[in-house]
């Protein structure tokens, strides 16, 4: 089959030929029909994620496709079978699993990172019975790989971790494929949001996704105050959609007395191990929460709502790319930001 590969952390990523995966006795192979390209497979490619193990490696963690091979334990899944699956799969067995929070597993499996991803024209997924998603008929397989890892993590991130309410303020810091569907599902909610950014072009998307305010993080602009001014007083919830020690700091210091930041984005390099302003947490009794994917058996209420037109991440989709393409894509990302999500959907 033909892949992505990488050999080397920051090193080439090539189109290759190689080996057709096999399906583990729990795991099925899917034929790939989309993929999405997000700032976490940039990461991976740096050497950034320390799921990465072993080289040479086949990034992608946001997918959707047909069931083309099942193991010889796997019960609820046949060949032809549309779907999707979380970027945690968890073991199902492990005491987090117990408990239904597959997304903290601690065995979990991730495509593209503890295992070959779907930068690819197949991929062996592990632990189907328990993560496999199915996909509606009426939802095609590039908005289906959307909701992989950033749209599914942006709804936990609000509705679960969140816990936004109608009528709050929910600030979204980084308006990449995390925070503009975090905007849209604030906004689908019920809440109010200020979305902040530092192109122009992407807080006009913003804007009509359903920020009810923009604000231009560039150099110069005090977030913080901007978005307490603006909120009369500060943010119920804010989210951490970009991972960087400036957004977190602003993120936390934009809250109202007794307000939430969610972290959402990575943070790496530099920006591993944050200052965070813990004055603030103390003396207004603020809440700090990670929030790490959705697990497999919440995408329930998440397709419900797209089902009745209530969230439309079809709307987020930038653009769609050849897999020929996504090296070259995938190297822009930390340099630049993109409108939307890009997804590859040729193989």
């Not at 609000?158 to 599902?185: K, P």
């Not at 984005?265 to 191990?273: S, V």
């Amino acid at each position: 089959m033909k892949a992505v590969v990488f050999e080397k952390f920051g090193g080439p990523l090539t189109v290759s030929d190689v080996t057709d995966p096999v399906p583990a006795d729990d795991g099925v192979v899917v034929r790939v029909g989309a993929s999405g390209i997000c700032r976490s497979d940039w990461h991976g490619w740096l050497g950034h994620d320390p799921d990465i193990t072993s080289l040479p490696h086949v990034p992608g963690h946001e997918l959707a496709g047909i069931v083309e091979e099942v193991g010889r334990d796997v019960r609820r899944w046949k060949r032809g079978d549309r779907i999707t699956v979380p970027f945690v799969a968890g073991c199902g067995a492990c005491a987090q699993c117990r408990s239904g929070n597959h997304q903290i597993c601690d065995h979990q499996f991730q495509p593209g990172f503890t295992a070959w991803g779907s930068f690819a024209q197949y991929v062996a997924l592990r632990y189907a019975d328990d993560n496999l998603v199915r996909v509606p008929d009426a939802i095609d397989f590039v908005t289906a790989a959307s909701l992989g890892c950033r749209f599914s993590t942006s709804f936990r991130a609000i509705v679960a971790q969140g816990q936004v309410r109608a009528g709050q303020w929910v600030a979204v810091h980084g308006c990449g494929g995390v925070g503009l569907s975090a905007i849209m599902i604030a906004r689908a909610v019920g809440a109010r949001v200020v979305a902040v950014d530092i192109d122009p072009g992407i807080l006009e998307l913003a804007e009509k996704l359903g920020a009810e305010i923009v604000i231009d993080g560039r150099e110069g602009t005090d977030v913080p105050a901007a978005i307490r001014d603006a909120t009369s007083g500060g943010a119920d919830v804010s989210i951490d959609a970009l991972g960087s020690t400036i957004t977190c700091g602003n993120s936390i210091l934009c809250l109202r007395k007794q307000g939430r930041h969610v972290q959402v984005g990575l943070l790496a390099g530099d920006d591993y191990l944050p200052r965070v302003p813990m004055h603030r947490v103390i003396g207004w009794e603020l809440q700090i929460c990670g929030s790490h994917g959705m697990q497999a058996n919440r995408y329930g209420d998440m397709l419900s709502l797209i089902a009745d037109g209530r969230l439309n991440p079809q709307a987020l989709i930038g653009r769609t790319i050849p897999l020929e393409e996504a090296p070259e894509h995938l190297e822009k990302l930390g340099r630049s930001g993109s409108a939307g999500i890009t997804v590859i959907d040729r193989f």
